[in-house]
């Protein structure tokens, strides 16, 4: 039995659309990280879930306010200012990338906002200039739908999971270069310095952290999965229990532990949110105490009401 709350989205049945998709978010992505004002970590560029889709939040543009919002509800781009200028374009398939970017700035100069980005693909293989990309053109609005409603369940429950921690912890926020949804928690302790890393690890590991998301599969894990996973990793981390039993696991990510829960795994279970939670709390117990975490004066106490 599955829950009928979470469809299934197999990788291999929506991988094309799940590239051009993301690839989609990219043009988006960096066009927040060239208008928005910076912020620790990263966190100035995520996109976020919202009531029908994916969005930038408010950026601001000289007098402006501009807001870029994937509407999956209707499955249309929609770019909004605070002086009432909006664009729709409308996602299909057949729409391939260079369209898409062709047309998203089309619609931005009609309103007055001139950009400059750095125009091509971000930790994407293989990697092309987006008004050179004809080749991922997929758009099915079925599984694009599902991919929704699976956010829409992830993010709050991801939300109440921040909720319980009192250190500092970053929101709750999609990624594009790495299209996951994420939630991550700091220890307050500065991390080991990456040696020969790109600037853009090296600014995001700074501090120790202990990370929990969901991915809709890639090369390396070929299904949709939740994740936790530490760093620095501590000695020891793969000996500790992970829940729900049975499902949840530790396996090896580019030399390193990282706990995985199948999304799969997930659509079984009777309380789906309460398993989630299972698993990302056991998860983060694992890290924080390998690492030697403050566990007691970094948690909330839940009062029943």
């Known amino acids: 039995m599955t829950n009928n709350i979470l469809p299934p989205l197999p990788l291999d049945q929506w991988l094309e659309t799940k590239k051009t998709l993301h690839l989609y978010t990219q043009v988006i992505g960096k066009i927040k990280l060239a208008l928005m004002p910076y912020k620790n ?3 100035h560029i995520p996109l976020y879930v ?9 950026m601001p543009y000289k007098d402006r306010l501009l807001e870029l919002n994937f509407d999956f509800c209707r499955h249309a781009l929609i770019i909004n200012t605070n002086h009432s200028e909006t664009e729709v374009i409308e996602l299909k398939d057949g729409l391939c990338v260079a369209s898409f970017y062709k047309e998203v700035f089309d619609a931005l100069k009609r309103i007055n906002v001139e950009v400059q980005i750095l125009a091509k693909s971000y930790a994407f293989e293989p990697q092309v200039a987006f008004a050179d990309d004809t080749l991922h053109c997929s758009y099915q609005k079925d599984h694009v739908t599902r991919y929704w409603q699976i956010l829409s369940f992830i993010d709050p429950v991801l939300k109440t999971f921040s909720g319980r921690f009192l250190g500092k912890c970053s929101p709750v926020h999609l990624f594009w270069h790495s299209f996951d949804i994420a939630v991550t928690r700091f220890s307050g302790r500065r991390g080991p310095d990456m040696q020969g890393t790109n600037k853009v690890n090296a600014e995001a590991y700074s501090h120790e952290v202990i990370s929990s998301g969901f991915w809709a599969g890639d090369d390396n894990v070929q299904e949709p999965a939740f994740y ?12 500790e229990a992970l829940s729900p039993g049975g499902e949840a696991r530790w396996i090896d990510s580019n030399g390193s532990p990282m706990a995985l829960y199948p999304y799969e795994a997930l659509r079984r279970e009777g309380k789906p949110a309460e398993a989630l939670l299972q698993f990302l709390e056991s998860a983060y117990q694992a890290g924080a105490k390998c690492a030697g975490w403050d566990i007691a004066a970094l948690t909330k106490t839940i009062q029943a009401t």
Not at 52 to 58: D, E, L, M, N
Not at 228 to 239: E, R
Request: hydrophobic letters at 25%.
């Open 41 to 43: 970590h990263w966190w």
């Open 50 to 58: 919202n009531a029908r889709g994916i969005g930038t939040s408010p």
């Open 228 to 239: 936790t996973y530490a760093y620095p990793s501590p000695p020891g981390i793969t000996n």
